[in-house]
């Protein structure tokens, strides 16, 4: 059964530095998002894209998020400079329709 | 806005026992509903949705029912293993949106 697979699983980073967390959709899929989950905190929506562009985002998705889709493939979230609240688990997800979503394993990000 | 609220955990119960998970939402217009499930170490695994009123969304065992009179989408198993120890997930998405809104989550132990 095909999935949404992440990389890194871990990754730690200073303060101020940028992060590229990566996604690999499943392959047919069309509609892609992140979300985040800080430790002790609901799973938060970040940003959703279709068609090469961002169709949603949230207020927590300022000017330091970015998202591409650089290859076909692969769907990035880049963090120019992280900050200590960045800290969190970042999930990638993707579906065929807008209506249902299926979710990578997450990426846990620990900003020093 | 949309909000969803879970009964708080953790749960802890004996193999065969019945599990119920309380969700209620609060939304414009007509969501649709779904319950996520993440095991120990793994991402969020999309368990089972409804898209309108009475629908009942099942797998696994599982089974929840969307109640529009009464705002809930409780989650149920009838005989639990030990198996189903994991962290369950109420969520709706907008069908303006579709960005997912996620409850706080339930963590269930299930003892042998």
């Known amino acids: 059964e095909p999935e949404v697979t992440q990389t890194p699983s871990h990754q730690v980073t200073q303060m101020g530095q940028e992060v590229i967390l990566r996604c690999v959709p499943i392959?047919?899929?069309?509609?892609f998002y992140w979300y985040r989950q800080i430790l002790g905190q609901k799973v938060e929506f970040l940003v959703s894209?279709?068609?090469?562009?961002?169709?949603?985002k949230s207020e927590i998705f300022d000017d330091q998020f970015s998202v591409e889709r650089p290859d076909g493939s692969n769907f990035t979230l880049k963090i120019r400079s992280t900050k200590l609240e960045d800290s969190a688990m970042y999930f990638c997800a993707s579906g065929v329709t807008q209506e249902t979503q299926y979710f990578g394993p997450g990426t846990r990000l620990l900003v020093l | 806005g949309n909000s969803v609220t879970q009964m708080e955990g953790p749960v802890t119960l004996s193999e065969e026992a019945f599990l119920t998970i309380n969700c209620t939402y609060t939304?414009?217009?007509?969501?649709?509903l779904f319950w996520y499930v993440q095991y120990p170490g793994e991402g969020l695994q999309l368990l089972l949705k409804a898209t309108k009123a009475d629908d009942k969304g099942s797998n696994k065992g599982f089974e929840a029912t969307y109640r529009k009179e009464t705002t809930s989408f409780h989650l149920e198993k009838g005989s639990v293993q030990v198996s189903d120890s994991a962290v369950y997930f109420c969520?709706?998405?907008?069908?303006?949106?579709?960005?997912?809104?996620f409850g706080a989550g339930t963590t269930v132990t299930v003892r042998a």
């Open positions: 969520a709706l998405s907008d069908r303006n949106d579709y960005k997912l809104s």
């Open positions: 894209f279709y068609n090469n562009e961002i169709s949603e």
């Open positions: 392959s047919n899929h069309l509609y």
């Open positions: 939304a414009t217009g007509y969501p649709s």
